[in-house]
């Protein structure tokens, strides 16, 4: 505002500015995530009022603001930003093998130039339990092989898709033997030979431990 001093009169003169859309389109974000294992890619995307504001002057001098802000976010953490005049684009990789079993979140938020927000989420639900079986031989006297098979759950940034455990342990409950078995790929067959003959007589248990990451199943 603006004061002028006239025969002792103080006259205010007050600037007045008009805002618009002038786009058709209300800011909006949306979010997508392809998959539910291994590497799940995530694509969010972002539209943006524009606004023109004009002051009162003749002719009006007007602007125009169509910029805003668009983040994603995996849970409550931010995985990408993105700033962009009318709209915005961003993406990343959920490996899908380092997060724990169960429903996972993923959000697009956008801002435009007036604060106004928008909100958009999609959810990615894991489950990375190996598929497991094992087989034992029951009543033996001689060489027997206790063995099964293994399908581990894509794990693309692993190290390695997995592993199976095999533990025996004998008729007191003490360990007797154990072999571990590392697998490269998904799916794999493991197995281990023993001389029953040089073991003394009862009854043993075994039991098999398949883990990839931190999920892990039994037989």
Not at 71 to 84: E, I, K
Not at 90 to 109: I, K, R
Not at 159 to 178: E, K, M, W
Request: net charge negative; glycine share 10%.
């Amino acid at each position: 505002m603006r004061y002028t001093k006239t025969e002792g009169l103080i006259i205010g003169i007050l600037f007045l500015f008009l805002l618009t859309p002038v786009s058709a389109m209300a800011t909006s974000a949306s979010i997508s995530a392809s998959g539910n294992e291994g590497k799940v890619p995530v694509n969010a995307n972002a539209t943006f009022t524009a606004y023109e504001t004009c002051d009162d002057n003749d002719p009006s001098n007007c602007t125009v603001c169509d910029r805003g802000t668009l983040s994603a976010y995996l849970n409550d953490t931010r995985q990408c930003m993105d700033t962009g005049e009318g709209s915005a684009s961003c993406s990343f990789d959920v490996y899908a093998a380092f997060l724990p079993n169960g429903m996972h979140t993923v959000t697009a938020n956008a801002t435009d130039c007036m604060g106004v927000t928008a909100t958009n989420s999609d959810r990615i639900e894991v489950d990375n339990t190996p598929i497991l079986t094992a087989s034992g031989p029951g009543s033996v006297s001689g060489e027997f092989t206790v063995g099964g098979s293994v399908q581990f759950k894509d794990c693309t940034g692993c190290s390695s898709a997995g592993f199976v455990t095999l533990s025996i342990d004998d008729p007191d409950g003490n360990r007797h033997r154990y072999k571990k078995f590392s697998f490269a790929n998904t799916n794999g067959d493991w197995s281990e030979k023993y001389l029953g003959h040089t073991w003394a007589n009862g009854t043993y248990t075994y039991e098999v431990f398949a883990q990839a990451g931190g999920n892990y199943a039994r037989s």
